[in-house]
């Protein structure tokens, strides 16, 4: 419980903890933050790291005057992250794929589905991963699933940088540009729960849309 307590407390006060850390760590948080951006998007085992919190928080951290975080280097080193992490998500995906679904009679691994996530991503796959870049979870899943259902790589890498691109622009700009405002800096916690419940209420919208979908036939 004790562990929880504090990784609930480094989540609400990102700005204070990323500060100290910058203090202490100095260059080297910049590899830090690039791990944590790689190993949320780019590890199916770990999508409990922060993602769009973090970013925001690197960003207005980057804002304060005498800061160690440089804003012009921070922005493409988070980018890089990004995208290698979805790149070596889609690569596990797209290994793991054939070796798990094998069979014709499993409801769960079976061959069909893969053919399936193959034609879906095919079609609608550009914009799934840009959309899921701001969805906490999914974001960490879409190009993992995309791997398995071997969506064309030339495909899946234009859209992986356009997402990537947009997902830090707006969230690491945002809390450059937003971090002199009395709300944010009074209080920021807020701000980061704020964050996490917008980015997730656009899944809720489709759940809810599919159930209704589902009642009405």
């Not at 356009?162 to 707006?170: C, E, F, H, Q, T």
Request: charge should be neutral.
């Amino acid at each position: 419980m004790e562990l929880l307590a504090q990784i609930w407390d480094i989540f609400l006060h990102l700005d204070t903890h990323l500060n100290a850390w910058a203090g202490t760590m100095g260059p080297w948080l910049y590899v830090v933050l690039f791990a944590v951006v790689f190993c949320e998007t780019g590890l199916v085992i770990t999508p409990f790291l922060p993602g769009d919190s973090l970013l925001f928080a690197a960003g207005a951290l980057a804002a304060i005057e005498g800061s160690p975080i440089n804003l012009w280097l921070l922005a493409p080193v988070l980018f890089a992250a990004a995208v290698l992490g979805d790149s070596v998500n889609y690569e596990i995906g797209k290994w793991l794929g054939p070796k798990v679904f094998t069979r014709k009679d499993s409801w769960l691994l079976n061959q069909d589905h893969l053919h399936k996530a193959h034609a879906f991503y095919e079609k609608y796959g550009g914009k799934t991963i840009i959309l899921a870049r701001f969805i906490p979870v999914i974001r960490t899943f879409a190009p993992f699933v995309a791997g398995i259902g071997k969506m064309t790589y030339l495909h899946f890498i234009s859209y992986n940088l356009i997402g990537a691109l947009l997902w830090v622009a707006l969230f690491v700009f945002g809390g450059y540009w937003f971090a002199d405002l009395p709300l944010v800096q009074n209080h920021f916690h807020y701000v980061i729960v704020g964050i996490v419940v917008i980015s997730v209420l656009p899944a809720i919208y489709e759940f809810w849309s599919e159930r209704r979908k589902l009642k009405k036939k």
